[in-house]
């Protein structure tokens, strides 16, 4: 297990489904329109007219505490690092064969050039430890948060929230 967690908290109370995290996630990494999304919005439906509810999630990999993807890839191209327990994808020994999807219940791993690609929590730009990742930076509305998980799950609490639930124990709570 690693020394500490890093997740998100999603603070669907505050998300619009701008798009701005989707958007900038795209851009900083450069990744064409039409092809993978690293952070996707998903919306929920509820109620009957005329007490009609709507809410908006911000969701990207989990991070999880036991992902599936890692204790699945034939390569070891997936792995969990020991220092922050961001799940992480070395592109240079992934071989594209998608097994890593089969042990993502959430269906995070996308392809882009015949390689996994998913959230690494902005490890390739943030420029010193307690940076933010883009997405976070960017949300308008305040609705995404990163960190220790301890902290993160203090902030969902005070909404009411909880860590989402899953076999591999995602590393992000949800308010």
Request: glycine share 10%.
């Amino acid at each position: 297990m690693a020394t500490k967690q890093l997740g998100f908290y999603v603070d669907t109370t505050r998300c619009i489904k701008c798009w701005a995290c989707v958007i900038t996630c795209k851009q900083w990494h450069d990744i064409k329109a039409g092809t993978v999304s690293r952070r996707n919005v998903e919306e929920e439906n509820g109620g009957s007219f005329p007490n009609v509810t709507r809410k908006f999630t911000s969701l990207s990999c989990m991070h999880c505490e036991n992902p599936g993807c890692v204790a699945v890839c034939p390569t070891g191209a997936v792995s969990k690092r020991e220092e922050d327990g961001l799940v992480v994808v070395d592109q240079g020994v992934c071989i594209g064969c998608k097994t890593c999807a089969s042990g993502c219940p959430f269906g995070v791993p996308q392809y882009l050039d015949m390689k996994m690609n998913k959230c690494d929590a902005c490890l390739t730009l943030r420029e010193a430890e307690g940076d933010l990742p883009r997405c976070v930076i960017t949300c308008p509305c305040q609705a995404l948060h990163f960190g220790e998980l301890e902290e993160m799950g203090r902030l969902a609490a005070e909404k009411g929230g909880k860590l989402m639930e899953g076999s591999t124990k995602p590393s992000v709570y949800i308010a």
